[in-house]
């Protein structure tokens, strides 16, 4: 992938961290409030520790989806975005383009849902 191409899925990604960060935050408007007012002059650790909240609020998969666009931007810094976690290989431009925040290629991706929903059972959320 060439080094405009990477940029240009750099961009997106913190796009999209910050579409979610802000549903996030619409969500749930009466606790952000009072969070950003309590942490508003504490800087770089006070937006850490809201990032906690909001995250902490967020659904799971909207949080899942946040971490894995953290995860992804780290792979961006160090190099490895392109590989496989799964595998090794190299997951395909086509593919990050249309899922810049995957981790496997399509194979080891299709694998890992077979095993989740093996585990996940026919009884969630039927308490
Ligand atoms: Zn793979």
Do not use: W
């Not at 990032?51 to 998969?61: E, I």
């Not at 946040?66 to 799964?86: F, H, M, N, P, V």
């Amino acid at each position: 992938m060439t080094r405009e191409s990477l940029e240009s899925i750099r961009k997106r990604l913190l796009t999209l961290r910050e579409t979610r960060l802000q549903q996030c935050r619409r969500q749930n408007a009466d606790a952000a409030d009072l969070l950003d007012e309590g942490v508003a002059d504490v800087a770089d650790q006070g937006l850490t520790d809201s990032l906690k909240d909001c995250l902490h609020l967020l659904s799971d998969a909207g949080r899942e989806e946040i971490l894995a666009i953290d995860e992804a931007l780290e792979r961006l810094r160090d190099g490895s975005y392109e590989t496989c976690a799964g595998c090794g290989k190299k997951i395909g431009m086509a593919r990050l383009q249309a899922l810049p925040f995957t981790r496997m290629c399509l194979a080891c991706q299709q694998n890992t849902e077979q095993q989740l929903s093996t585990k996940a059972g026919p009884s969630k959320g039927q308490i």
